[in-house]
C-alpha cells in the first residue's frame, strides 16, 4: 500500500497536508528564514501538494535551513523524501513528498522567480500560526 493510497479520504489528506505545512513553515522560522511563502499547487500538478519557498541569507543558512526542515519532518512523522542542491548553499530544495520545499538566497530567488511559476493559490501563513497557537492552547 503506497502512501497516497493511505490519504484516500480527501479531508484527511488535507489535515495532514496542514500539519505538515506548520512542521515545515516552523522549522525555516526556527533557522530565521525570510519571506516564507507557501502555495497550494493542486491545480496545477498531480506531483506535490504544496510549494514552499524561502530564503536563505548565507550558504551556511540554507544548508541549515534545508537540513533541519528535513530532520523535523521525519521527526514528527512526515515523509522526508531527499535533499538536493545543497552543496553550495546558494539553493536548494527538500522533498517532503506532499511538499517541495526550495530554499534560495535572495539573487537567485529573484533571477528564479519561482512565484510566477507556483504562485496562482497562495496559502495564508496566518491561518497556519492561528492553528498552530490554538493547538498548544488545548
Excluded at 23 to 35: C, G, P, Q
Aim: with cysteine; aromatic share 6%.
Amino acid at each position: 500500500e503506497t502512501e497516497y493510497n493511505r490519504n484516500t479520504d480527501s479531508q484527511e489528506k488535507l489535515m495532514d497536508i496542514r500539519k505538515l505545512q506548520r512542521i515545515i513553515v516552523n522549522a525555516l522560522e526556527d533557522v530565521k528564514a525570510k519571506d516564507i511563502q507557501v502555495f497550494n499547487t493542486t491545480k496545477q500538478t498531480a506531483l506535490f501538494d504544496r510549494v514552499i519557498i524561502a530564503s536563505a541569507n548565507s550558504n551556511r543558512q540554507a544548508r541549515a535551513l534545508g537540513h533541519h526542515v528535513f530532520c523535523e519532518v521525519k521527526e514528527n512523522g512526515g515523509e522526508a523524501v531527499a535533499i538536493e542542491g545543497l552543496e553550495t548553499g546558494e539553493w536548494g530544495l527538500v522533498d517532503c513528498g506532499n511538499v517541495i520545499v526550495h530554499i534560495l538566497q535572495p539573487a537567485l530567488r529573484a533571477y528564479y522567480n519561482l512565484e510566477e511559476l507556483w504562485g496562482a493559490h497562495p496559502v495564508k501563513l496566518k491561518m497556519l500560526e492561528k492553528q498552530s497557537e490554538d493547538s498548544e492552547e488545548e
